[in-house]
C-alpha cells in the first residue's frame, strides 16, 4: 500500500473510532465509514477514487465484524463502487463469499464489471475457490451467460457498422430520413392505434438513430462536414435519386444499404433492450432472480404488482401534461388573439394549437424551474424565451403540415412509402420548395424563412436579428460535437 492509501486508510480507520465511541453501535460506525467513501471523502490530494477504495477495504475494523455487519445495503454499496474503480484483493472476495456471498454478488451487480471480462476484480472472482457454494457458482454462469449475449449483439452491430462505413455523415442522415418515413411516420389511417406500446417502440428507434449518429460523428472525417452543393447533389445522385425517380439510374446500391441500414437500427434496438430492459434489472433491481431450466436461463421480478410505481408515476405524468395544456388554453382564450388573424387560412388551426403549446412549456419552465424570460446566448445575444419555444412549435406544425400530412396522403393514394416520398419531392421541386426526405438550407436563408415570426412593434415585418439568434439557439453544431466526441473516446 502506497503512502496515500496508508495515509487515506488511516482516515477511515479513525472516523470508525469516533463514530462507534460517540453512538455505541457498531452497525452505525461501519455504515457511516462506507457512507463517508460513497461521498467521495475525504478529499485531499493523492486520493483517487482507486486510493479511497483500497483503503477502504484495508481498514483493520473488518477482520473483528460479526458476519451480518457485512450485509448492510450501504455496504453493498460500497463494494459495487470500489469493484467499478478496479478494486484487486482476492483475500477479502474469499471472505466475503465466506461470510456473505449475497453481498459480494450485489458488488459484482452494481458494478456490471462482469460486462468487461478481462476486469481485474472480475478475473479474481472468478478464480475463486470452489466452496460448494452452488447458488454463487449459478449467479456467476449468469453473469458469463448475459455478456455473453451482449457481446454478441456488439458483434452484430460491429459487422453491420462496417458493411455502411464509407457512409459519409450526411448520407447516413439521408438513409436515417429513409427509414423514418417507412418506418416511424404512422399511416393516417392508424393514427387511432397510437398508444404507449406504439411509442415506446418508436422512442426505442430514435434513441438507435441518435447513437448511430454520435457513431458516424465519431468514425468519419471533418470533411463530412464541409458541405457545400457539390458535395449534396453528388450524394442525392447516388443514394437518393434513383429511389425516388425511376430511370435515374439503378437504385440496387441504396435499397441495399437501406436494408443494411434497418438491420443495424434493429439490432441496436435489440441490444439497447438487452441492456435496459434484462441486464439493468439483474444489476440494480434488488427484487430480480434468476433460475436455469436445464441450460435455459430466467430472470424474474420476485412479484408484480396490479399496478407498479412506474405505472403510476406515468399515470401522474400524464395528469401533468393535461393540467398545464388546460392552462395553456385558459390563458390563450382569455387574450385577445382568437379573435386575431394565425397565419395564413389553411395554416390557421395549426398555428393557433402551436401557441397554445408554446404557452404549455413557457408556463412550465416559468413556474416550476423560474427561468427567465430572456436567454443569454454565449455570445452575449438575448433572446425571448416565449418566442425560441413559439419558433420551435411552429416549426414542428409547418413539418407536420407540409411534410408528415402530405405524405401520408400520397401513401394512402399510392399504397407505397416510397412513391409517397417521390411524389412529396416532385410536388417540391414545382413549387420551388424542398420536399426531399431530409433538407437542408443556409442559415441566412432559414432566418429569412421564419422571421415573419418575430414580429414587434418596431419590427412589423418580422426581426431578422431575433430570427438568427433563435436559430443559433436550437442549432445542435454536429462539427463541434464530432470534435468533443473524438477527444472523449
Known amino acids: 500500500m502506497n503512502n496515500e492509501a496508508e495515509l487515506c486508510r488511516q482516515a477511515y480507520q479513525k472516523h470508525f473510532e469516533e463514530t462507534l465511541k460517540s453512538r455505541n453501535s457498531l452497525e ?9 467513501y ?23 475494523f473488518w477482520r473483528t465484524l460479526p458476519d451480518a455487519f457485512y450485509s448492510s445495503d450501504v455496504v453493498a454499496f460500497a463494494l459495487g463502487r470500489s469493484l467499478h474503480y478496479g478494486l484487486e484483493d482476492a483475500t477479502l472476495f474469499k471472505d466475503l463469499l465466506l461470510k456473505a456471498p449475497e453481498t459480494l454478488k450485489r458488488g459484482v451487480r452494481y458494478s456490471q464489471i462482469f460486462l468487461q471480462p478481462d476486469s481485474p476484480p ?30 454478441s449483439c456488439d ?18 442522415l ?47 472525417g471533418e470533411n463530412d462536414l464541409k458541405l457545400n452543393e457539390r458535395f449534396l447533389a453528388k450524394s442525392l445522385k447516388c443514394h437518393l435519386i434513383p429511389m425516388l425517380l425511376p430511370g435515374e439510374g439503378s437504385p440496387s446500391l441504396s435499397l441495399k444499404n437501406l436494408e443494411v441500414f434497418s438491420k443495424l437500427v434493429a439490432a441496436v434496438i435489440k441490444r439497447n433492450d438487452l441492456l435496459h430492459l434484462t441486464i439493468f434489472e439483474f444489476c440494480l433491481d434488488d427484487d430480480y432472480r434468476y433460475k436455469f431450466d436445464g441450460e435455459h436461463l430466467t430472470l424474474y421480478p420476485i412479484e408484480i404488482p396490479e399496478e407498479s410505481e412506474w405505472d403510476f408515476n406515468g399515470r401522474k405524468l400524464s395528469a401533468l401534461h393535461r393540467y398545464w395544456f388546460n392552462r ?41 424551474y423560474g427561468m427567465d424570460p430572456v436567454i443569454s446566448l454565449p455570445d452575449g445575444t438575448q433572446v425571448d424565451l416565449f418566442k425560441a419555444i413559439h419558433s420551435l412549435e411552429l416549426m414542428t406544425a409547418f413539418f407536420n403540415v407540409s411534410y408528415i400530412g402530405r405524405f401520408q396522403e400520397f401513401q394512402q393514394d399510392s399504397g407505397h412509402w416510397l412513391s409517397a416520398l417521390s411524389q412529396l419531392m416532385i410536388e417540391g421541386l414545382k413549387t420551388g420548395e424542398n420536399r426531399f ?5 443556409g442559415p441566412k436563408e432559414k432566418a429569412q424563412r421564419i422571421k415573419s415570426w418575430m414580429v414587434t412593434d418596431s419590427d412589423p415585418d418580422g426581426d431578422i436579428r431575433m430570427a438568427e439568434a433563435i436559430l443559433d439557439f436550437w442549432t445542435n453544431d454536429l462539427q463541434e460535437l464530432s470534435d468533443i466526441l473524438k477527444k472523449i473516446t
Open 28 to 36: 452505525q460506525a461501519v455504515d457511516s465509514c462506507a457512507h463517508l
Open 38 to 60: 460513497l461521498d467521495e471523502k475525504p478529499v485531499k490530494k493523492g486520493y483517487t477514487p482507486q486510493v479511497r477504495s483500497s483503503a477502504l477495504w484495508q481498514c483493520h
Open 122 to 151: 472480475w478475473k479474481q472472482i472468478l478464480s475463486l475457490p470452489n466452496n460448494g457454494n452452488k447458488d454463487f457458482l449459478d449467479f456467476l454462469i449468469v453473469c458469463q451467460r448475459l455478456h455473453t449475449e451482449l457481446y
Open 155 to 172: 458483434k452484430t452491430i460491429a459487422g453491420l457498422q462496417r458493411q455502411l462505413d464509407d457512409l459519409t455523415i450526411f448520407e447516413y
Open 174 to 220: 439521408l438513409y436515417a430520413s429513409l427509414f423514418t418515413f417507412q418506418n416511424l411516420v404512422p399511416e393516417r389511417f392508424h393514427l387511432s392505434m397510437i398508444d404507449d406500446e406504439w411509442i415506446e417502440l418508436h422512442q426505442s428507434a430514435w434513441d438507435a438513430l441518435s447513437e448511430l449518429l454520435m457513431w458516424k460523428l465519431k468514425s468519419r
Open 328 to 368: 395553456a388554453v385558459i390563458q390563450y382564450f382569455n387574450s385577445d388573439l382568437p379573435s386575431q388573424p394565425s397565419g395564413l387560412p389553411e395554416n390557421e388551426m395549426s398555428n393557433r394549437l402551436a401557441h397554445i403549446k408554446a404557452i404549455q412549456v413557457y408556463l412550465q419552465l416559468d413556474e416550476i
Open 437 to 441: 426526405p431530409l433538407t437542408w438550407a
